[in-house]
């Protein structure tokens, strides 16, 4: 365990010394009384950390714990980390949506009040200059945070497009909050914990979502969010209040909640599969280099107007030249620019980040491979130093939650479960040493998950068709009876033969009805009409088409398959660009149903959308359930119903190309 905590912090040391390359003299060779300092410096001092110097501040990089016990805790219960180092500021004016949308490559327009996303500051070459969160407070305030170690860079290029912008009638200012405090809580306990601080309601507010509100009697900024792969939220508090606010989250959390350093958040952001700038990120590397094509929103796919987009979307048309993508490893962690070679010892790459994973128990590590040597089955190896590392052919992964490139939903947690942040990432395997996977996982210790795997073809464009090829005629949507049959054979098929292909099946008869404007209660009339008149229904065979096999419909079976889809319907409703035309003006569900389930799809949207998660936590999902009906259907029920959500959205809304 020594050895491998050393490792873990020697990497750790190694990662954050590269994060900002520019800043390198500032933030190691400055004097101590050079370094800015954190509202909660004495505090981080007096409860036990070890303060580092970290772009230009100095900050608590561990406690009294350590670095692998943290971030254990952290899954567990959660961690408090002060982030004020981070720069938060708001651009408001009538102009500001068309401005930021010059800078970066989210669909900033499309953004409801009150929402945000992930995005990237590109440059004219289509590099990323930084990523971000960024949030449509109103439709002329937008509220943005970017890193610490990017800070002068960033405000300078904002500031320099700004004035260009203004200087020909564009209504736009800013206001950098240095006045403000940053705190991220991150965890399962985040939600009930902060819940104690505040009035409003916490379980109302959804991934991504944002509120200004009193907390714990200062006024605040929420979004809930975070860079850990946790459920959890970032609080902008004034300066003046943020010692009284971390003492209060800690004291209502009766010590599960623990102040955590950066050495932990940087093992948890590289367990889920997170982007630092400065080693996985930089000026020369696109967002779909860097598996962030999802964060480039649809309409900017096809209009463009942002620094960089003519090789951006060239990218999206032709696909990149590197692709990101993860490792496990055995023996020392892969270093930082250690080389990746084929199988004759030629370069096709170079790892970005590597260290000891405190939850899977195992290395960890990302880097860049060249497009066409990142699919599934590809061989190849590490040279790290004097070690060369070989990785394996395609084998059994019962170690790794969640790839996705292929999306491994899962039905069972370990332990504590956990929502992964995730970004799409080509795949490559090995049995023995290392593992060079399709997109960054979950990194926790998962070999007792039962795992499903959910294929990523992309359903036909044209909706009022059968996916991949399936015997079926226009006349199953020629009336509501039929729509109603050929949705509950298809789900009874899922219960007979289970899902795959059988559950993709049932998603595009799904969204059909959806398109044609049915109502799940209207199909429900139709099958219970059919119950009580005895009518039999034929069995499908497994590849379409029907046997001459009947039977008789039960209630049972109505209720769940309604409920399906109703969950699609809703789901649909979640995407934040309808890709469904709807061809009737009545709602899809019922507000009873809506205000049921609305909170459970759109964690899972926005986890997708905004993330690229290609899973969320049971225990999440039942809290919410909890939070809106009083209890919590079991673990499995929950799991097969976030396998409905995701599986939904790769259908009507997918975010990664197949390779």
Same mark, same amino acid.
């Given at each position: 365990?020594?050895?491998?905590?050393?490792?873990?912090?020697q990497?750790?040391?190694?990662?954050?010394?590269q994060?900002?390359?520019?800043?390198?003299?500032?933030r190691?060779?400055?004097?101590?009384?050079?370094?800015?300092?954190?509202?909660?410096?004495?505090?981080?001092?007096?409860?036990?950390?070890?303060?580092?110097?970290?772009?230009?501040?100095?900050?608590?990089?561990?406690?009294?714990?350590?670095?692998?016990?943290?971030?254990?805790?952290?899954? *567990?219960?959660?961690g408090?980390?002060?982030?004020?180092?981070?720069c =938060?500021?708001?651009?408001?004016?009538?102009?500001?949506?068309?401005?930021?949308?010059?800078?970066?490559?989210?669909?900033?327009a499309?953004?409801?009040?009150?929402t945000?996303?992930?995005?990237?500051?590109?440059? $004219?070459?289509?590099?990323?200059?930084?990523?971000?969160?960024?949030?449509?407070?109103?439709?002329?305030?937008?509220?943005?945070v970017?890193?610490?170690g990017?800070?002068?860079?960033?405000?300078?290029?904002i500031e320099?497009?700004?004035?260009?912008?203004?200087?020909k009638?564009?209504?736009?200012?800013?206001?950098i909050?240095?006045? /403000?405090?940053?705190?991220?809580?991150?965890?399962?306990?985040?939600?009930p914990?902060?819940?104690?601080?505040?009035?409003?309601?916490?379980?109302?507010?959804?991934?991504? $979502?944002f509120?200004?509100?009193?907390?714990?009697?200062?006024?605040c900024f929420?979004?809930?969010?975070?860079?850990?792969?946790?459920? +959890?939220?970032?609080?902008?508090v004034?300066? #003046?209040?943020?010692?009284?606010?971390?003492?209060?989250?800690?004291?209502?959390? *009766?010590?599960?909640?623990r102040?955590?350093?950066?050495?932990?958040?940087?093992?948890l952001?590289l *367990?889920?599969?997170?982007?630092?700038?400065?080693?996985d @990120?930089e000026?020369?590397?696109?967002?779909?280099?860097?598996?962030?094509?999802?964060?480039?929103?649809?309409?900017?796919?096809?209009?463009?107007?942002?620094?960089?987009? #003519?090789?951006?979307?060239?990218?999206?048309?032709?696909?990149?030249?590197?692709?990101?993508?993860?490792?496990?490893?055995?023996?020392?962690?892969?270093?930082?620019?250690? *080389?990746?070679?084929? #199988?004759?010892?030629?370069?096709?790459?170079?790892?970005?980040?590597g =260290?000891?994973?405190p939850c899977?128990?195992?290395?960890?590590?990302?880097g860049?491979?060249?497009?066409?040597?990142?699919?599934?089955?590809?061989?190849a190896?590490?040279?790290d130093?004097s @070690?060369?590392?070989?990785?394996?052919?395609?084998?059994?992964?019962?170690?790794?939650?969640?790839?996705?490139?292929?999306?491994?939903?899962?039905?069972?947690? &370990?332990?504590?479960?956990?929502?992964a942040?995730?970004?799409?990432?080509p795949?490559?395997?090995?049995?023995?040493?290392?593992?060079?996977?399709?997109?960054?996982?979950?990194?926790?210790?998962?070999?007792?998950?039962?795992?499903?795997?959910?294929?990523?073809?992309v359903?036909?464009?044209?909706?009022l068709?059968?996916?991949?090829?399936s015997a079926?005629s226009?006349?199953?949507?020629r009336?509501?009876?039929?729509?109603?049959?050929?949705?509950?054979?298809r789900y009874?098929?899922?219960?007979?033969?289970? =899902?795959?292909?059988?559950?993709?099946?049932?998603?595009?008869? =799904?969204?059909?009805?959806?398109?044609?404007?049915?109502?799940? $209660? +209207?199909?429900?009339?139709?099958?219970?009409?059919?119950?009580?008149?005895?009518? $039999?229904?034929?069995?499908m065979?497994?590849?379409?088409?029907s046997?001459?096999?009947?039977?008789?419909?039960?209630?049972?079976?109505?209720n769940?398959c309604?409920?399906?889809l109703?969950i699609i319907?809703?789901?649909?409703?979640?995407?934040?660009?309808?890709?469904?035309?709807?061809?009737s003006s009545?709602?899809?569900?019922?507000?009873?149903?809506?205000?049921?389930?609305?909170g459970?799809?759109?964690?899972?949207?926005?986890?997708?959308?905004?993330?690229?998660?290609?899973?969320?936590?049971?225990?999440t999902?039942?809290?919410?359930?909890?939070?809106?009906?009083?209890c919590?259907?079991e673990?499995?029920?929950?799991?097969?119903?976030? /396998?409905?959500?995701?599986?939904?959205? #790769?259908?009507?809304? &997918?975010?990664?190309?197949?390779?």
């Amino acid at each position: 365990m020594r050895g491998s905590l050393w490792q873990l912090g020697q990497s750790i040391t190694r990662r954050l010394s590269q994060a900002d390359k520019k800043a390198v003299a500032r933030r190691y060779f400055a004097s101590e009384a050079d370094l800015k300092k954190t509202v909660l410096f004495d505090f981080h001092v007096a409860h036990g950390g070890k303060m580092v110097p970290f772009a230009g501040w100095s900050m608590p990089i561990q406690y009294k714990d350590s670095i692998m016990d943290s971030t254990v805790n952290c899954r *567990e219960n959660g961690g408090l980390f002060d982030v004020s180092h981070m720069c =938060g500021l708001s651009l408001k004016g009538k102009d500001s949506v068309s401005f930021l949308e010059k800078l970066v490559i989210a669909d900033v327009a499309g953004l409801a009040p009150g929402t945000g996303t992930l995005t990237v500051f590109t440059n $004219e070459k289509g590099g990323a200059i930084d990523d971000s969160v960024i949030t449509k407070v109103k439709d002329d305030h937008i509220y943005l945070v970017v890193n610490a170690g990017c800070r002068d860079k960033d405000l300078a290029h904002i500031e320099e497009h700004m004035k260009a912008f203004k200087a020909k009638g564009g209504d736009v200012s800013w206001h950098i909050h240095d006045e /403000r405090s940053l705190l991220a809580l991150q965890g399962p306990l985040a939600a009930p914990v902060l819940q104690h601080l505040t009035k409003d309601d916490l379980s109302k507010i959804y991934f991504g $979502e944002f509120r200004i509100l009193d907390i714990n009697g200062a006024t605040c900024f929420l979004t809930r969010t975070g860079y850990t792969g946790e459920d +959890g939220f970032e609080i902008s508090v004034p300066s #003046e209040n943020a010692l009284d606010l971390a003492k209060a989250i800690l004291e209502k959390s *009766e010590g599960k909640v623990r102040l955590t350093g950066l050495g932990a958040r940087d093992s948890l952001r590289l *367990e889920a599969g997170l982007c630092l700038y400065g080693n996985d @990120m930089e000026q020369h590397i696109s967002p779909v280099e860097a598996g962030l094509t999802w964060a480039i929103g649809k309409r900017r796919r096809a209009e463009g107007g942002f620094l960089g987009a #003519e090789v951006i979307l060239k990218q999206l048309a032709e696909g990149p030249s590197i692709r990101r993508v993860g490792f496990t490893s055995t023996g020392p962690p892969p270093r930082s620019h250690s *080389e990746i070679q084929d #199988e004759k010892g030629n370069n096709i790459g170079e790892i970005t980040s590597g =260290g000891f994973s405190p939850c899977l128990k195992k290395n960890i590590a990302m880097g860049y491979v060249k497009s066409g040597l990142h699919k599934a089955g590809t061989k190849a190896k590490i040279l790290d130093g004097s @070690m060369m590392l070989v990785v394996n052919p395609p084998g059994t992964i019962n170690q790794i939650q969640t790839f996705l490139g292929n999306t491994l939903l899962h039905s069972k947690l &370990p332990c504590v479960s956990k929502p992964a942040i995730h970004h799409s990432l080509p795949e490559i395997h090995s049995n023995n040493v290392v593992h060079i996977h399709s997109s960054l996982p979950s990194w926790k210790d998962s070999s007792k998950l039962t795992t499903y795997l959910v294929s990523h073809r992309v359903a036909p464009k044209r909706w009022l068709c059968q996916s991949r090829g399936s015997a079926s005629s226009d006349d199953e949507y020629r009336s509501s009876r039929n729509i109603a049959i050929s949705l509950f054979r298809r789900y009874r098929n899922v219960i007979d033969r289970g =899902g795959g292909d059988n559950l993709k099946e049932f998603i595009s008869a =799904g969204v059909n009805a959806y398109a044609l404007g049915c109502t799940d $209660e +209207g199909l429900r009339k139709e099958l219970i009409a059919m119950k009580e008149s005895g009518i $039999e229904i034929n069995v499908m065979h497994s590849y379409g088409g029907s046997t001459s096999v009947k039977s008789k419909i039960c209630a049972e079976e109505v209720n769940e398959c309604i409920l399906w889809l109703s969950i699609i319907f809703i789901t649909i409703l979640c995407t934040p660009q309808p890709t469904i035309v709807r061809w009737s003006s009545t709602p899809p569900v019922s507000d009873d149903v809506l205000h049921q389930w609305k909170g459970f799809c759109a964690l899972i949207a926005n986890a997708y959308f905004i993330r690229g998660m290609a899973w969320l936590p049971v225990k999440t999902l039942q809290l919410e359930q909890m939070a809106v009906v009083g209890c919590a259907e079991e673990p499995s029920v929950v799991a097969s119903r976030m /396998r409905l959500v995701f599986s939904t959205l #790769e259908v009507v809304s &997918p975010q990664w190309p197949r390779v």
